[in-house]
């Protein structure tokens, strides 16, 4: 996480293979952005970032709900909120 002067919120995301096939992959990105953009619709931060996931016991991510990944985005988020 880096700030940034362009009053925007940037990020990137870092999939590896490991973590399943292109549809799961793609599906974390979209959930992310959806997440995200409901997040910067109520305030405005100026921040470039990038997620990671890294590599987990077989399967892991196939069960992971949208709820979940949501409540683990709302975890990070609350930590950029007592970083700022």
Known sequence: M?????EQLRCGWTIP???GGAVLRNRFKRWGREYLR???AKQQPS?????IFKR???GFY????????DETMDK?????????
């Open 56 to 58: 987990q016991a077989a």
């Open 38 to 40: 409901a997040w910067t």
């Open 2 to 6: 880096q700030k940034t002067p362009l």
């Open 76 to 84: 990070m988020v609350g930590k950029l909120e007592r970083h700022r």
């Open 47 to 51: 921040l470039d970032m990038n997620l």
């Open 17 to 19: 293979r490991q973590i």
């Open 62 to 69: 196939a069960r992971v709900s949208h709820k979940e990944f």
